[in-house]
């Protein structure tokens, strides 16, 4: 579609110079990004980031979203690039102003991409290392707010947004599901790749493996043999899966639980402290077992195998369990894989990494998945940013000519 306006185009050429300047200067990116990520995740994330800055135009022509005027970004300690494009070079074709408040985890690293970005394009997003206080008082009253991290503090947050338009965007249990009827060599495959993302500190990453029970054996001889050809090494070097952690204190929570289910460890085990480094393992439980499934950001299979679908079914749709639906990825169980839809965004014998896509609405309909929320209302579905601001800002132009 070619856009009317030649502000619209003005917008779109400034885009294009932030597609070119990752290009032409990806290896000052790639030293930018494995300050915290795996370098095979780092590039995996430029080629998502470039993706969906080429898919912009499209996006913007099929949602429509009205012109706005400010947008307030409490950003991620993660995929911190990716999370740039999505929150805010996207947003910069409808919205004036862009607002954006590191984690204090990634501060440094975030502050460093900001300055490459900024200097690929001038973009109209600013950067604000400051308490949550003076980032409330400087963002006002925004149109949007938009919100990663704990559910507990997005609900915090958005008392203070009442009149704003708030997406909040969390994690999920994202549960893996093999069944017999499995490629079994390409599950696993998939299966390592999605735990092993950034040595497993990604929100995506699969906290939990359900196999069933007649393929247990040939799965985890498959499983441990892939990890045991995973490469192990520094954060910053091309081919290692594996490195000591970025975050602080995972490898102290890994210690913990593997302690607690000592007896379950198949496969690995070993943790060292002193350089927060997790070594991948593969924990095996019944079901009578499985206890509550924690997200530890680090490379642990926990797999749990079950007799028939149902009981997958109704243990992922519990009540205690129901508000974290995200993603769930199935392999060989087509009958299950309808049952979850309701709830979940599904991946059939793929990856949720496989079939993410930056313009189009992703996640589940658990609430401390990601919700949207506006005037006290709260709703939880797959979330994308111009189509929510096409919703609600779109309607109110109809009825305020």
Known sequence: MVFATKERDVQLKRLDK?????????????????????????????????????????????????????????????????????YAAIPSLYCKEILIRPSTKALSTMVKLHDFLINQADMPSQLLPISQRKFRQQAGKPDVVIFTGNYENSLKVQ???????????????????????????????????????NSGQDCMCPNVYFVHENIKDRFLATLIQEIKEL??????????????????????????????????????????????????????????????????????FHVVTYRDEQEVVDWLHAPERVESTLGASVFGESELAKQLRARHIVSENLSLYDIENGNQPFGGYGLQANYVCHQGQFTSRPLLISKEVSALFGQKEQHNP
């Open 18 to 86: 932030l597609i070119s300047g990752m290009r032409t200067n990806k290896e000052e990116l790639l030293d930018i990004l494995t300050e915290i990520a795996t370098y095979d995740s780092a590039e995996a994330e430029i080629e998502s980031s470039i993706s969906t800055l080429l898919g912009a135009e499209h996006e913007i022509a099929l949602y429509n979203p009205p012109a706005i005027n400010r947008i307030a970004v409490y950003h991620s300690s993660n995929v911190l690039l990716y999370s740039y494009v999505l």
């Open 159 to 197: 008392e203070t947004y009442s009149r704003s338009l708030f997406l909040y965007f969390g994690a999920g249990i994202n549960p893996f599901i093999i069944g017999q009827e499995a490629d079994l060599v390409d599950a696993t495959k998939r299966a390592v790749a999605a735990r092993v993302y």
């Open 231 to 300: 490469r192990i090494g520094k954060r910053n070097e091309p081919g290692n899966a594996i490195a000591p952690l970025f975050y602080e204190g995972l490898s102290e929570q890994a210690q913990d639980y593997l302690t607690h289910i000592k007896d379950r460890i198949v496969y690995g085990g070993t943790v060292d402290l002193s350089i927060n480094y997790v070594e991948p393992t593969v924990v095996v439980s019944s079901f009578e077992k499985i206890g509550e499934v924690i997200e530890y950001f680090c490379p642990i």
